[in-house]
């Protein structure tokens, strides 16, 4: 099946620091996803992107679909305390009958004050 | 809107003993789905559902039954729980895949089960 690398596995970073993180594919995808899941929570959708090479914000956060549609990259900036959380990449290729997302093992993030 | 709820949110099940877990979601979504998320593994997709009366296998369905009798409710079940189904269950639910922007996926806030 398809498989994704996500990268780093975790980080811990200064408050006020940007934070970057990527996904790899073994294949092409049209769709990414990225979710953050809070604690105890179940994830939740921070930014979706539909085509290669679109660049998408919401508020501090950065994603992008790269060219070769085996990637994509989530930036945060200036980074607060309750960024803290677990960010997962998804992806999927909507070919016929494809209704699966992959999702990578997630990056975890700890922000210190 | 309440979004996608799950029942129960814990349980404690023995090896060998049979559960349901319980997913509702109120926005008339087509799509749902199970997933399991154990430690550095990710989320996993266990079964889906196209449609109410529909059901698919996804990566990981063995030991799991599901049914959609309703459209706005899917069931997992577990026929006899063995300790590697320990773990977090996640369900989510999207609209039909028709349009850009119509397929992301709403999640429940997740049952942690324990099997001893």
């Known amino acids: 099946g398809q498989q994704l690398n996500q990268s780093p596995q975790s980080m811990f970073i200064q408050e006020g620091e940007d934070v970057s993180m990527n996904c790899t594919s073994s294949s092409i995808f049209n769709t990414w996803l990225w979710y953050k899941q809070d604690p105890g929570e179940g994830p939740v959708l921070l930014i979706a992107?539909?085509?290669?090479?679109e660049l998408t914000s919401n508020g501090r956060l950065t994603a992008q679909f790269g060219i070769t549609r085996k990637d994509s990259f989530l930036n945060i900036s200036a980074s607060i305390p309750s960024d803290v959380g677990i960010y997962f990449c998804?992806?999927?290729?909507?070919?016929?009958?494809?209704?699966?997302?992959?999702f990578g093992k997630g990056t975890k993030l700890s922000v210190i004050p | 809107n309440a979004g996608v709820t799950q029942t129960p949110k814990f349980r404690v099940l023995k090896t060998g003993q049979s559960m349901t877990l319980l997913c509702a979601q109120d926005?008339?979504?087509?799509?749902m789905y199970w997933y399991r998320q154990d430690p550095g593994m990710g989320l996993r997709l266990i079964h889906y559902s196209v449609g109410e009366g529909t059901t698919a296998k996804g990566e990981v369905p063995d030991g799991y039954n599901v049914s959609r009798l309703k459209k706005q409710n899917f069931l997992l079940g577990l026929e006899s729980a063995a300790p590697s189904q320990t773990s977090v269950y996640f369900c989510a639910s999207s609209y039909r895949q028709i349009a850009a922007g119509a397929d992301t996926q709403y999640f429940g806030p997740g049952t942690r089960l324990t099997v001893l």
């Open positions: 926005m008339n979504h087509e799509y």
């Open positions: 998804a992806g999927r290729y909507s070919g016929a009958g494809s209704y699966q997302l992959t």
């Open positions: 992107l539909y085509k290669a090479g």
